[in-house]
T-cell receptor, first 117, second 113 residues
Framework: GAVVSQHPSRVICKSGTSVKIECRSLDFQATTMFWYRQFPKQSLMLMATSNEGSKATYEQGVEKDKFLINHASLTLSTLTVTSAHPEDSSFYIC?????????????FGDGTRLSIL | SQQGEEDPQALSIQEGENATMNCSYKTSINNLQWYRQNSGRGLVHLILIRSNEREKHSGRLRVTLDTSKKSSSLLITASRAADTASYFCATDAGETSGSRLTFGEGTQLTVNP
């Protein structure tokens, strides 16, 4: 069964709207989750690392005020795209890391297709 | 910027044939992982190979790692139409990097029935 649940799977909304995407770890507690962005026929670009109980760590070039991340519990991280514009249209994917140590694969959600009109 | 480069970018083969995809990277790694992505979906983990390992098998999958050349290959044997997907390598530099993954550009594999 699914280890990670990501909702919604698709969002279509008007420019200026804020959109919240949820990522839930179903099988284990996750202190660390990751948010990625993927453009058509391209690879995944890491946007930020979401840490439970602390501020997210953003990658260079990612606007923290634009992409708000909240990791308030060990099973839920949310990504809010604030005042979304057409250029924010993309495929957003979260992943969950089991435990704190490396040499573990990440478990990915099914992604959210965001389309801003 | 993406550390990983994969080739080929696209590969089309017939069912039953083997498919080989290559990945190169630039910095030191703790492990290298291969993932599969069906169109419009999330990623599915295939194999993780640690930096001190040279080869790993899982079913029809065989992964090699050459840290001296900073390269890895994924071999899918006896391919099936259901293997059609994008395949990505991802490098993990370890805890000092926060276990963040850096993905390659991916190989789009098409297996024709």
């Amino acid at each position: 069964g699914a280890v990670v649940s990501q909702h919604p799977s698709r969002v279509i909304c008007k420019s200026g709207t804020s959109v919240k995407i949820e990522c839930r770890s179903l099988d284990f507690q996750a202190t660390t989750m990751f948010w990625y962005r993927q453009f058509p026929k391209q690879s995944l670009m890491l946007m930020a690392t979401s840490n439970e109980g602390s501020k997210a760590t953003y990658e260079q070039g990612v606007e923290k005020d634009k992409f708000l991340i909240n990791h308030a519990s060990l099973t839920l991280s949310t990504l809010t795209v604030t005042s979304a514009h057409p250029e924010d249209s993309s495929f957003y994917i979260c992943s969950v890391l089991r435990g704190r140590y490396s040499n573990q694969p990440q478990h990915f959600g099914d992604g959210t297709r965001l389309s801003i009109l | 910027s993406q550390q990983g480069e994969e080739d080929p970018q696209a590969l089309s083969i017939q069912e039953g044939e083997n498919a080989t995809m290559n990945c190169s990277y630039k910095t030191s790694i703790n492990n290298l992982q291969w993932y599969r992505q069906n169109s419009g979906r999330g990623l599915v983990h295939l194999i993780l190979i640690r930096s001190n390992e040279r080869e790993k098998h899982s079913g029809r999958l065989r992964v090699t790692l050459d840290t001296s050349k900073k390269s890895s290959s994924l071999l899918i044997t006896a391919s099936r139409a259901a293997d059609t997907a994008s395949y990505f390598c991802a490098t993990d530099a370890g805890e000092t990097s926060g276990s963040r993954l850096t993905f390659g550009e991916g190989t789009q594999l098409t297996v024709n029935p």
